[in-house]
């Protein structure tokens, strides 16, 4: 299963999304740096049971992104001063993929400011409900994107500013579920975080 453009886009609208409920349950960006381990699993209908990976994630304000896959492919995405790199993992060491679809990823990365800021609605991209305290639902409200993530649940985490799980779902019979760990806020990363494999 190769690292796809789809994987990375929804990477971003997940951490994004992630963020943006700090900032909506705080002040605006007061939130500087998220860190956390994941396990996701990849749920289709046509699977007996979920490909499960493991990985990391870094976040710092404005727009810097490490996601590192460890298992069950090594890949990581990194993201920084508005440029994007995909590494994965061939003959047991990281291989820069050059990605064709950068444009698509440039207008996720366009809605991040506004998730930050707590802002939902401002976007094109997402409708928010906020099914109860711990639980907020995106849906898609463009039909081009509902047919990639028709919508996505947040559960927000005791602790203000960190997720404790996000569901994407991507059609009837398909969801990515991500369980987020070992959170840690506002621990500031070295910029080679960012921008070395």
């Known amino acids: 299963m190769k690292f796809s453009f789809l994987t990375a886009c929804l ?16 002040n605006p960006l007061q939130l500087r740096s998220v860190q956390a381990d994941f396990i996701q699993e990849k749920h289709l209908k046509i699977l007996a049971r979920p490909i499960v990976s493991t990985g990391t994630f870094t976040f710092q304000a404005p ?62 991209m997402f409708g928010v409900t906020k099914i109860d305290e711990h639980t907020v639902l995106l849906t898609a409200k463009d039909d081009a994107l509902a047919a990639l993530i028709s919508k996505i649940e947040l559960k927000l985490a005791d602790q203000k500013g ?23 806020l506002d621990r500031e990363a070295p910029v080679s975080v960012f921008t070395e494999q």
């Open 11 to 26: 990477q971003v609208i997940v951490l994004s999304l992630a963020l943006s409920c700090q900032a909506a349950a705080q």
């Open 162 to 184: 960190l997720l404790d799980k996000v569901t994407i779902f991507e059609g009837p019979d398909s969801y990515t579920s991500m369980t987020f760990k070992n959170a840690v």
């Open 63 to 124: 727009q810097s992104l490490r996601w590192e896959y460890k298992t069950t492919i090594h890949s990581v995405l990194l993201l920084h001063n508005g440029r994007m790199k995909k590494f994965i993992e061939k003959d047991g060491r990281l291989v820069e993929a050059k990605a064709m679809a950068m444009d698509t990823m440039q207008v996720v990365l366009g809605q991040i400011s506004n998730w930050l800021d707590g802002r939902f609605s401002e976007g094109d």
